[in-house]
């Protein structure tokens, strides 16, 4: 084991050390932004937590859950941003706006005075409900959805029925990531509002197994001790293998 350990040493001795940081920070950032917040998601139940959107606003940032459902979200029709392939222009992934149905949909007493100003949108919810909401040009999203896995002919623009389908729920992976200026400009140019503290949800994203997880930060581990072996000096390493 030791001659094995010192072989692979000195292989990893042979690159510059910058460049032998690179997998360490690569294996540090799998184990603890994805591995292990997996491991511990899927020994509370694996399951995406539901919260309203009150809730997920009251929520101090280290106890949001790392999946999320919001049970009372709202989509305002057709508003997303896209995000694009440079070279081929193909469709990479869309960011959306939630918004609270607390503060955008009208009451009967307030729908006669919208209505009058044409201030005001008609959406159709996941069941086909329709709702009336006010518009949210003004409305400041503190809530967005990034969905890498989208495909162009779900959108509704293209005849699709991604806000319309059924099974659409307002849901994703939370990693305390913060809305990156590209993003932020993106939703701008396209009239979406958006708070730069705003909570991002990555949609469709999946917990690892933990048994997978498991074996990923063995493995892990073993290359962060493989490359820290490599800085010791090449004839110590040189005597375990002989």
Known sequence: MKKTLGRIALFFKRFNFLFRLIPVVAVFYFIYGIAIPDIKFNLTGGKAVEMTFEELMNAPVDQIPRYVKITDAVVPSA????????????????????????????DIKELKDAMHSGNVQVVADSTGKIS?????????????????????????????????????????????????????????????????????????????KTINALIAVCIGTIIIALVCLSCLPEKTLQTWIV
Do not use: C, M, W
Request: charged letters at 20%; aromatic letters at 10%; a negative charge.
């Open 79 to 106: 508003s997303y941003a896209e995000f694009r392939n440079s070279k081929s222009n193909s469709l990479s992934s869309i960011y959306y706006p939630v918004y609270s149905s607390k503060d955008v949909k009208l």
């Open 132 to 208: 009336v909401l006010k518009n949210t040009d003004a409305i400041v999203s503190k809530v967005i959805i990034h969905d890498p896995y989208v495909k162009e002919s779900e959108l509704d623009s293209t005849g699709g029925k991604y806000f319309n389908n059924p099974n659409f729920t307002i849901e994703g992976q939370y990693s305390d990531e913060k809305v990156s200026t590209e993003v932020l400009n993106l939703l701008t140019e396209a009239g979406i509002n958006v708070s730069p503290d705003a909570i991002v949800l990555n949609k469709g994203y999946t917990p690892s």
